[in-house]
């Protein structure tokens, strides 16, 4: 069934108030809800309709009174109550089975904890309702369990009151004052360690903040706290926004689907994405908790205070939160890291969507299952939207308009249409055009051309933008598009800009320019020499660019350019085109050469004293195979594996003794700390290391070992582990035995442990991980160890994947059915390692298609499968 955005309708019935009574049981929950009422005076004239799934319904009441079965109806996944006076008091009883629910949506089990996920349609799960975010209610919520097994319970708010009865149980009551969608409810009841803090908003409210965790996670929350601290003060600086209970939770919860979830003052967190110490988790683990907390927490304003209407809005909270979230990043470590790493993400997985057979807007028309749709597009290019947003208006005319948008929409479910609007009115700007960014998808082009003219000392630059066709939109509309540009001469020196009717020239490095027509020409005049243009500074807008510079001009702007995202970018790109001449070579067996530019550019970089080691060390990282495949029309993966490594190999070699030095340098003891300077020396050096062991040379290997043996932290130990898993032999088998045998007991560490050996670019890998999902330290009931291990494999080990004889394909086949039966929301997010089955040579593309045919055939196939298996398979 295909739910459009076009038949959007206001809801019925609203509910002003809702009591909820847990009695939690291990086998059976029963949940007495209490709604009061009432008709929608702006809604539709229709019958109530309440959502509802999986759930025995055991009695029904209309103000006091028991409705009788032919009094309602109900299907599969509604009830549907006729004849309803305009004001009422509902009250409904049902039964759920939380033990029963692997599909962790609604209430479930993970381990001993109970714990929900709503968003986006669990609430159904749990009880009947209208499961939709623009009805929002007051929830109070009492849950009643025996307090030797469950002595901790929580739901949203503030705690109000509690007490114990005779018979064992306890009970306590939750209220939240604000109004919420269904979505934004949680309930949570353990044998819980916690861990306290606390936090004075900027007008003196004191909160307390509060960690639960599994007893034995209790050493692991130090640094959550830390960031949830920074992320609350942020907010009120940067935003003005201040939290609004008197206590902030965060749960750590072993089995969940995504990462972490923001219900109203409980937020609930897959323990990987919250847990850490710097024994268990690395540099990249602490930098994406830091990131995760905060956005969970910036939700509180941007999802929560302010909702979405429809699910069609996802973006505007998602979007909207991921920019804040990077913003905050950005402001607490290096910004300019932080932005390669953005678009690193976003070119690497949202391109790839945008160009696929899921391609879809950033504001959706239709979909058949909602869970699909939290995808790279509707959070990344999300993000970028409203960053571009941004950059449009400018900073303090940005602020001016969230302060509007919050004031002006506080309480209410809204959409993307909303967010535009109050940025344009508190700017009297007008964004009618940029608007296609949330309405059209695909990914625009941007061809650039250049022309010098030396007597008039003018300087052309020409955008032509382009966007291709993606399924249901054959033809796009010009996007409006912020193009930022910066002008240097031969010495890499700035140049003024000045635009041909302008009276002044624009001094600084770089200017934004207004692209809003097909084709667009911008004159420059005063250019006293010939500058060499350096464009889409700080990936001003989520485009592909096309703009033909050579080996050398790339390699000038590497060193010389000002924009730090642009160096690293101009560097990338010099890396491309020397792995795909490689590749070229390696297809039509021609000897391969090293290119002596970029080992001369490397060097520089290497050398460069000025430069953020942490910058140095993004800059001599070579591009992913998967991102090279991209890069090429028909993917050839074993000579791009066999390029990458040709050139890796080469590079090490070339500047061995400049590797060895730089890694001696920054291996000074000192104990682990995460912060800025520190990360930055531990990701070089652990960049050299790999470089060094590329090299070939066996003494390296000692060296890899002897990192491993010394580091108090995970960054260093993994950084080798991860080189060793790749040298067959016997140190590689003892270094993965003793890794584990050292922290068999420490869930986070086991997913890195089976991950890195799903990564391996070893010959027997697929066999090595089918052994290992009979390992102990497996289960396929965990989304954790299904994405270390299958979706490591499958999305990341691209030489094995996409083996000739279509043995990873069928294997993926194989585990997405068995998964579509637990939990349907992994097995399609696993499908995504399909999603470009298209673009590969005959043979595999035929593969693929087998594997996908033989999803598609099973009957009783989940929405979530069905719906991803079907459009993979449409035709062209
Ligand atoms: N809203 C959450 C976040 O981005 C993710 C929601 C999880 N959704 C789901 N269908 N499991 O922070
Ligand atoms: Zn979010």
Same mark, same amino acid.
């Given at each position: ?547 033909? %510079?050579? =080996?050398?001009?790339?390699?000038? #702007?590497? /060193?010389?350019?000002?924009?730090? @995202? +642009?160096?690293? &970018? ?87 003794? %400049?590797? =060895?030095?730089?890694?001696?340098? #920054?291996? /000074?003891?000192?104990?682990?700390? @995460? +912060?800025?300077? &520190? ?104 989304? +954790? ?92």
């Amino acid at each position: 069934k295909v739910t459009l955005l076009a038949d959007y309708e206001q809801p019925a019935y609203l509910v002003d108030e809702a009591l909820l009574q847990f009695d939690l049981d291990s086998a059976k929950t029963r949940v007495v809800s209490t709604l009061t009422m009432r008709k929608n005076p702006q809604g539709p004239e229709a019958d109530c309709i309440l959502d509802g799934e999986a759930l025995t319904l055991v009695s029904l009441k209309l103000d006091g009174k028991k409705l009788e079965g032919n009094q309602f109806q109900r299907t599969t996944s509604q009830l549907l109550i006729p004849n309803l006076p305009d004001k009422f008091e509902l009250e409904i009883i049902t039964e759920i089975e939380p033990d029963q629910n692997t599909a962790l949506e609604g209430l479930y089990y993970s381990g001993s904890i109970l714990c929900t996920q709503c968003e986006a349609e669990g609430f159904r799960r749990i009880t009947y309702y209208p499961d939709r975010p623009d009805v929002m209610s007051v929830f109070t919520v009492t849950i009643v369990a025996d307090r030797e097994k469950w002595p901790v319970m929580l739901s949203n708010g503030n705690m109000e009151d509690q007490g114990v009865f005779d018979d064992g149980r306890h009970w306590v009551r939750w209220h939240d004052p604000h109004p919420k969608p269904s979505y934004l409810f949680a309930l949570v009841a353990g044998d819980l360690h916690v861990q306290q803090d606390s936090f004075t908003t900027q007008s003196g409210r004191e909160v307390a903040l509060r960690i639960y965790v599994d007893p034995e996670n209790k050493h692991k929350c130090d640094h959550a706290l830390t960031s949830l601290k920074q992320a609350m003060k942020w907010d009120e600086d940067t935003y003005g926004r201040e939290y609004d209970l008197d206590v902030f939770m965060i749960v750590a919860v072993n089995d969940f689907n995504m990462g972490a979830m923001e219900n109203k003052g409980l937020n609930i967190f897959n323990a990987a994405c919250v847990l850490a110490t710097p024994e268990t988790a690395t540099d990249d683990d602490f930098y994406t908790i830091q990131s995760i907390v905060a956005h969970e927490y910036f939700h509180n304003w941007s999802g929560n205070r302010v909702t979405c209407r429809d699910w069609f809005q996802l973006s505007l909270k998602e979007g909207f939160t991921v920019m804040r979230d990077q913003s905050f990043s950005a402001d607490l470590n290096s910004a300019a890291v932080q932005r390669i790493d953005d678009v690193n993400g976003l070119r690497s997985m949202q391109f790839a969507e945008d160009a696929g057979p899921m391609a879809h807007p950033v504001r959706p028309d239709s979909y058949i299952e909602i869970s699909n749709f939290y995808t790279v597009t509707i959070y990344e290019k999300g993000a970028e939207v409203v960053r571009m947003i941004n950059t449009l208006v400018g900073d303090e005319e940005f602020r001016k308009g969230t302060d509007l948008y919050f004031d002006r929409h506080d309480g209410q479910a809204v959409t993307t249409d909303d967010f535009v609007k109050a940025i344009e009115d508190a700017n009297a700007v007008d964004l009618s055009q940029f608007k296609r960014w949330y309405e059209q998808a695909g990914t625009p082009e941007l061809t650039i051309d250049t022309n010098y003219d030396p007597i008039e000392h003018r300087f052309t630059l020409t955008v032509t933008q382009a966007c291709p066709a993606t399924p249901g939109q054959a033809t796009k509309q010009p996007f409006h598009i912020p193009l930022a540009v910066g002008l240097l001469d031969k010495s890499g020196t700035s140049l003024d800009m000045q635009l041909e009717d302008e009276a002044e020239p624009h001094h600084g490095d770089t200017r934004i320019l207004s692209v809003t027509e097909a084709s667009q020409t911008f004159e420059f005049i005063n250019v006293s020499s010939e500058p060499l243009a350096s464009v889409l500074r700080g990936f001003s807008a989520p485009v592909k660019l096309k703009y033909d %510079l050579s =080996n050398h001009q790339l390699a000038f #702007l590497m /060193v010389n350019d000002k924009d730090s @995202f +642009n160096r690293w &970018d101009a560097g990338q790109k010099l890396i491309i085109n020397i792995l795909l001449e490689l590749v070229a070579d390696i297809q039509q067996n021609n000897p391969l050469v090293l290119s002596s530019l970029l080992v001369n550019q490397f060097e520089r970089i290497l050398t460069d004293k000025k430069l953020d080691p942490a910058l140095i060390a993004k800059m001599l990282t070579l591009p992913t195979e998967n991102y090279l495949a991209a890069q090429m029309t028909t993917p050839d993966v074993d000579a791009i594996h066999q390029a990458r490594e040709f050139l890796k190999r080469n590079i090490a070699v070339s500047l061995k003794g %400049l590797f =060895n030095q730089t890694y001696e340098k #920054l291996s /000074v003891k000192k104990a682990y700390d @995460f +912060n800025a300077d &520190d990360m930055a020396m531990r990701s070089l050096k652990n960049v050299c290391l790999s470089y060094l062991v590329a090299s070939g040379d066996p003494l390296q290997l000692q060296r890899c070992l002897r990192q491993m043996k010394q580091a108090d932290n995970m960054t260093e130990l993994l950084a080798g582990l991860r080189l060793m898993v790749d040298q067959s032999g016997l140190e590689r088998e003892n270094a993965l035995r003793s890794f584990y045998e050292q922290w068999k007991q420490d869930r986070q560490v086991v997913d890195k442990w089976l991950a890195v050996q799903a990564a391996s670019t070893l010959p027997d890998t697929l066999i090595r991980v089918k052994g290992l999902m009979k390992h102990e330290a497996f289960s396929i009931k965990n989304p +954790n160890n299904v994405r270390a291990l299958i979706g490591m494999f499958c999305r990341n080990n691209p030489v094995h994947f996409h083996a000739k004889d279509g043995s990873g394909y069928r294997f993926l086949a194989e585990q997405i059915l068995v998964l579509d039966k637990l939990n349907p929301q992994v097995a399609a997010r696993m499908l995504g390692a399909l999603n470009s089955w298209r673009r590969y040579d005959e043979q595999r593309q035929q593969l693929m298609k087998q594997a996908l045919e033989s999803i598609a055939e099973q009957q009783d196939l989940s929405a979530d499968v069905y719906e991803i298996v079907t459009k993979y398979l449409a035709a062209e």
